[in-house]
């Protein structure tokens, strides 16, 4: 039986019990606020899907996914019916009772709002958190059509919980006027940027966000608003792989849109980097 035959609906190397797990993995689907392209709601599934086109082992980090007790409990049901306001409050709440067991996640997007609750809920459990937010977009105004709530504002509401100097944004080439000043300058490398940044972020406890869209839309063109000037897939990985050995509490990957994304470029770079997350925070403890 080919891989596509035996696809079982999770995340490659998944384990089948809950609790035999450390790191649970969810899918966020929620698809409200996008502004350009909307799709991102059908990102998670896709994402699984293609991640049995990928090897457990990881060559890089000398580990394989088969050794970690992760289990992807797939796409949590979102609220809307009841609002936005509910839908984020719904996450919150689930990813607040994985931590309170003990363990982490790791979302699939799902729009980038999904960040919020999701690290609303990681810092009531690590209030020292640092959250590094690796996007092509600021995503740092106070509204955006007329509400506060928006993937263009996401940022934001995560720096407003977390504090300014907590919120940590790479990758960034997009702003508008009421953005410029709100982003400091760096690296223009990816990596190089990675390096200076990795002693602030030693003994704190570390959370992950990565839009797919911080990289280059020649790499990653299923997303809902492609950036041109991005850094190669090769390069991500290589930022991603110097968070080795920090304390990687959760993370997610977002703004997968399947509709746009010739050959599944996007999504197969998202499960690689999701393989790589998961050997990353397993090692953390």
């Given at each position: 039986m080919g891989k596509a035959e035996s696809w079982a609906g999770r995340f490659l190397r998944s384990r089948e019990d809950a609790r035999e797990s450390r790191i649970i993995m969810y899918g966020a689907p929620l698809d409200v606020t996008t502004s350009y392209r909307p799709g991102t709601r059908f990102g998670p599934r896709r994402i699984r899907e293609v991640s049995e086109a990928l090897e457990s082992y990881s060559p890089i980090l000398g580990r394989d996914l088969a050794d970690?007790?992760?289990?992807?409990?797939?796409?949590l049901p979102l609220a809307l019916a009841a609002g936005l306001e509910a839908a984020l409050e719904g996450l919150d709440k689930e990813v607040a009772e994985v931590y309170a067991s003990g363990r982490?996640?790791?979302?699939?997007?799902?729009?980038?709002?999904?960040?919020?609750?999701?690290?609303?809920?990681?810092?009531?459990?690590?209030?020292?958190?640092v959250v590094l937010w690796l996007d092509a977009h600021a995503d740092l105004r106070e509204s955006h059509h007329g509400?506060?709530?928006?993937h263009a504002t996401v940022a934001r509401r995560v720096r407003e919980t977390v504090g300014e100097a907590n919120l940590v944004q790479l990758g960034v080439r997009s702003a508008c006027r009421e953005e410029a000043g709100l982003v400091p300058a760096g690296p223009p490398g990816l990596v190089e940027a990675m390096r200076r940044l990795r002693p602030r972020l030693e003994g704190r406890p570390l959370y992950l966000s990565l839009d797919i869209d911080v990289l280059d839309p020649a790499y990653a063109p299923g997303t809902g608003a492609p950036e041109p000037g991005g850094p190669s897939?090769?390069?991500?990985?290589?930022?991603?792989?110097?968070?080795?050995?920090?304390?990687?509490?959760?993370?997610?990957?977002v703004e997968v849109a399947p509709a746009?994304?010739?050959?599944?470029?996007?999504?197969?770079?998202?499960?690689?980097l999701c393989r790589e997350i998961l050997l990353i925070m397993a090692q953390a403890g």
């Open positions: 970690v007790q992760f289990y992807d409990g797939q796409d982490k996640v790791l979302v699939l997007g799902g729009e980038h709002l999904i960040t919020y609750p999701l690290v609303r809920a990681v810092y009531r459990h690590h209030p020292g958190l509400s506060r709530w928006s897939t090769r390069e991500l990985l290589e930022a991603v792989y110097l968070l080795d050995g920090l304390d990687l509490v959760g993370a997610d990957v746009y994304d010739h050959a599944d470029l996007a999504a197969i770079a998202a499960a690689k």
